[in-house]
């Protein structure tokens, strides 16, 4: 695979730092199984007030030193003057590191309602002009097919996009979704808005369904009645349900790319075997061993 190629497939990851020894060997294995696939990137999630900042910053940093793959840290306005988070920043770019995945950030457990930080990025388009002023990153934002939780409408929110994307995005890349349909309404209203950078779709293969019916409440993603359906009865059947799950992932995936959607992101909750087998249905194959040690 090459991304010169006319509808080559470009995939990228999302994984969580670890906490602890187990959790960082099992997070180094899906790393090795998924890097020959060759992503643009590997991303790294941050906590919602900043909780994960070092070992993210770990994380990215042994991704760079050990492998050939292309660390992307999650960046976050939650908790931190302005200052403070383009120091961050700044220490990645001196690092070597090019990609950053720019967010507001989610209030922390217990607040209800985001407030910004009096001497800090209020909003994620101020974050990305940071960013871009700084240096010239490599700067991934969200995207919320079936509208932010917090937005007043989808307007807003499509308003909000555009101006991250205004302030130098490279790309957006969605919130998970499993109505195909929604987020097909929402790339034509990007277009209809002059957004013109990729929207990436957010694909979450589902290792657990009651895991992830509490992610989408979080996140106001919708779990649809068909879902629901296809998962019932499986709870003390893990076997089966880890079947299901490659089935809806790959049906997936493959209307999307019927539809010339030639890039996805996956969220793997630090789990390659069914992001893996995914890929391999839409016919990514693994390419130079990439090194990893």
Known sequence: ?????????????????????????????????????????????????????DRTHSLVRRVRQQTELTGAPHLTCIGATRTEVLEIAKSYWDEGIRHIVALRGDAPAGITRYVAHPDGFAYGADLVAGLRNLADFD???????????????????????????????????????FNTDDYLRFRDSCVAAGITVSIVPGILPITSFPQVKRFAERCGAKVPQWLADRFFGLDNDPETGRLIAANVAIEQVSRLRCHGVNEFHFYTLNRAALTYAICHALGLRPVNKTVVV
């Open 1 to 53: 695979m090459t991304v010169s190629e006319e509808n080559a497939l470009v995939v990228s990851f999302e994984f969580f730092p670890p906490s602890n020894g187990a959790m960082e060997d099992s997070l180094w294995q899906s790393v090795q199984r998924l890097a020959p696939l060759a992503p643009r990137f590997i991303s790294i999630t941050y906590g919602a007030d900043g909780s994960t900042r």
């Open 139 to 177: 700067i991934s934002v969200a995207a919320y097919p079936e509208v932010h939780p917090e937005a007043r409408s989808a307007q807003e929110d499509l308003d909000s996009l555009r101006r991250k994307i205004d302030a130098g995005a490279t790309r957006a890349i969605t919130q998970f979704f």
